[in-house]
Structures are given as C-alpha cells and as structure tokens.
C-alpha cells in the first residue's frame, strides 16, 4: 500500500520526465505516456528480490517526493541506511552553497533576530541527532527494547526513555547557553552528534560531487574569512564576526565545537577563553571520509584503505590549520588546509591503485533524469 501511495504521488509530480533507477538487483522506470496516464514499470531479476530491498525502494522514492530529485543512495541494508539522501546533481551543490552564501550574510545583517531562530532550530536538531546516535549505540551492544501497549498503540520504553534523556540535554543546554564554564560540555556533545546524524544522512553518490562540494565551500570559506573584512565597516570578516557574535557578551550561535583554553583561564579566574571549531569544518570534510568509507565497503577492501588514509590527510589538515592560527595570531579558515589535503591524498591513492575511474564514478546506483 505505501509503495503504492508513493508511485501515485511522484506520477503526479513527474510531468514530463523519466526517472530510472538502476540497480543490480532491479530497473525500476517511471515514464509519462500519455497526458492522462503515468506508467510504471519494474524489471525483476531472476532470481527472489528481499522484502528489504523493496522496503528500501519505498523510503528512496518517499525522499525522492519530499526533496525533489534527492534520492537515496543506500541499498536497505540496515535502518540508519533507510533514511540516506544522496547528493548527485552538481547543479543542487551550486544552489547549495548560493543558499549558505545568503544564509551567513542575513545572519550578518539581521544577527539580533536569526540567532534566536537558529538557537530553536538547534535545540530541535540536536536532540533528534542525539537520540539517532544513542539508539544506534544501543542497538549496538544488543540492549533489546521492551515494548508497552496503551490504548492499541505500542510505545518502546527504550525510546521513550531515550528521548526523555535527549530532550532533557538540549533543554538544559538552551537554559543555560551563556554560562560559559561548564554549558560548553553539553555543547560539544550536542555538536556531536548533529555532526554525526548530518554525516549519516546526507551522503556523497560520487567523487566528482565531492571535489565539486568541497572545492565550492573552499572558496566560500577563504572569501568569508579573508576578502570580506575589505567591505565591513569595522574590517572584521563575515564569518568571524556571525561567529563569535556583534557583542561579545551576547547570544553567541550554536554552530562551533567550543574548546577552553584552560591556561587562559587559570591566569584569569574571571572567565573562560576558547578556541573555536565550525561545525562546517567537520562535516564538510567528513562527508568525504564517509564516501570513501562506503567506497572501501564497494570494493571490498577489508584494511579500510581509503578511509584510514582519508581520516590521516584530515588530522594532518587540522594540525597545520591549528600551527598557522598559533604562528599567525588569527583565526583560520580551516577548509582551506583540510580540503587540500583530503581530496589530494585520495587522488593520489586511488591513481597509485588504478582505481580513479571507479572513484570518480562512485556509487553503483545511478539516477537519471531525462525529458521526454
């Protein structure tokens, strides 16, 4: 029924296109015949498709009707695969990267008002992000759930335990925001895990879309960090200054991984100096990581080589970004040393494997989009 329900919306979204998804299991095509009629044909394989495959078709074509040709690039092989939106079109990374351009100078413009917005919408994402990542730790170590019926609706204590847990954090840490000695700890483990939860749903289908995301974010960064103090009227960067916030003891966004300098603060028992880390400097680059964790599992490589060596270029990044900003005495973008460094080292080890083709093409999913 929900498959269904599912190809009975999309044919009333897919005007004059043709979906195909190709898989090596199954084709399945959805293709306007006629002004009046959708046809929708599926291709079996010889031999029995899963019930799980089926399910993961379902899920993919629900996020397909909810983003818009997003599409998920999993293969149903577990739950936390089931939710996976997989970015492939370069043209969707160029909108993007345009919307974060525009986001980060109404922030800039319009701080007083959109922090309060961003404190809510983080608040909510965290401990949804926080309660993804606990529940998968529990299912993890084997902790079964113990299911309770009221009014012929099953409740898991497990969850509901869980949630209680999640929201209760991010409560406390939205109460408590400004106190700078100890919220930070809650902070960062809410940071966390919205990074981790980001990572696992939003996946790269290809190298190409990685150099294009990651090259794009580069210039982004640079230009924010460096160029914009040349327009401002105080010459202090756009990004520094939606960062660290107009006033120094004001709302401050929850967007940075927040480490004290414990030095500092042993010198002035008066309060609390930290150094920051964007929650973009993590994601972004990890984004890469997952794809090439994903591409060992393609190719089977049981040492992990393209995800040890990726995670090794990432470390080295942030040694160097952390060496400039102490040598220099000013804040760093941090992708302009981590982009180089991860897509390089992945190019340099899938050209020595003489895997470059296949890195490039990435996923053995394909979409296409075509008109009629």
């Not at 095509?29 to 394989?45: E, G, N």
């Not at 993007?96 to 922090?115: E, R, S």
């Not at 010459?235 to 966004?253: F, R, T």
């Amino acid at each position: 029924i929900a498959f269904d329900a599912v190809l009975l919306i999309i044919n009333s979204l897919v005007n004059s296109r043709q979906l195909i998804l190709l898989h090596p299991d199954f084709t399945i095509s959805f293709r306007r015949k006629d002004s009046d009629k959708h046809l929708a044909y599926i291709t079996p394989p010889t031999h029995h498709i899963p019930s799980l495959h089926i399910h993961s078709i379902t899920s993919h074509y629900s996020y397909l009707v909810m983003y818009n040709h997003y599409l998920s690039g999993g293969g149903g092989e577990s739950k936390a695969n089931g939710g996976e939106l997989s970015l492939y079109s370069p043209l969707k990374v160029i909108v993007f990267v345009a919307l974060m351009c525009g986001m980060l100078v109404l922030m800039y413009f319009f701080y007083n008002i959109l922090v309060y917005v961003i404190i809510a919408i983080f608040c909510f994402a965290s401990a949804s992000a926080l309660f993804s990542c606990l529940d998968a730790v529990m299912d993890l170590i084997g902790c079964n759930s113990l299911s309770v019926s009221v009014r012929n609706r099953s409740f898991s204590v497990r969850s509901v335990l869980l949630a209680a847990v999640c929201i209760t954090i991010a409560v406390i840490w939205g109460v408590y925001r400004n106190e700078d000695r100890w919220i930070w700890i809650l902070q960062d483990l809410l940071g966390i895990a919205f990074c981790l939860n980001f990572m696992k749903t939003i996946s790269l289908s290809n190298f190409k879309i990685c150099v294009i995301l990651l090259s794009l974010l580069l210039v982004y960064d640079v230009f924010f960090v460096f160029i914009t103090p040349f327009f401002t009227k105080n010459g202090v960067s756009i990004m520094v200054q939606v960062a660290l916030g107009p006033d120094a003891s004001g709302e401050k966004l929850p967007v940075v991984m927040r480490i004290p300098r414990f030095s500092a603060w042993a010198q002035n028992l008066c309060g609390m100096q930290f150094s920051i880390l964007g929650y973009g400097d993590i994601i972004i680059p990890g984004l890469l990581v997952a794809y090439c964790s994903r591409f060992d599992v393609w190719i089977n490589s049981r040492k992990k080589i393209y995800f040890i060596s990726c995670c090794i270029a990432y470390l080295l990044g942030m040694i160097l970004t952390f060496a400039v900003m102490l040598l220099s005495g000013m804040g760093q973008p941090a992708l302009l040393y981590l982009v180089p460094f991860t897509l390089i080292t992945s190019v340099v080890l899938a050209g020595c494997r003489g895997e470059m083709k296949q890195f490039w093409a990435g996923t053995p999913y394909e979409v296409r989009a075509e008109k009629k």
